[in-house]
């Protein structure tokens, strides 16, 4: 039995996140258009800088701020490359945090497929209610066969 397409991007989703560079969490993220990838993002330090998994966390109030979160990356790689994600999908390997939620709607995001919960920030919740976001957990382990 072939996979549904959920599955199928949060299967994707968690090969994106075996590049993270920062161990605290290792994420995933597709962007996704009509069943189709538009960019993918891993939590990872900006171009040229030395990552966590080099260099160490840099770490304020609890949280590492040397990394760009996954759901950024793959925002700013479609700006980059001139992609339209107005309308799309972002499939997530974690609920995203409190600065993702405020982002995603701005890009266009209609709806948000993820796996667990990092942390379970109210107000993410609440911006992306505010926004009109579907939001869809579904648990998915990587180890899993999907067939």
Partial sequence: ?????DSYFMKIAFAVSERSTCDRAFVGCVIVLEKRILTTGFNGSPAGQGHCD???????DGHCV??????????IQAALHGVSTKGSMCYVTHLPCINCTKVLPNA???RIVYSSAYRTD??????????NIEVVQKEFSPDNSLR
């Fill in 54 to 60: 080099e260099i160490g966390h840099l770490m304020v």
């Fill in 66 to 75: 040397r990394t760009i979160h996954a759901e950024t990356n793959a925002i």
């Fill in 1 to 5: 039995m072939r996979p549904d397409w």
């Fill in 108 to 110: 266009g995001i209609s």
């Fill in 122 to 131: 109210e107000n993410a919740v609440n911006f992306l209610n505010a926004a």
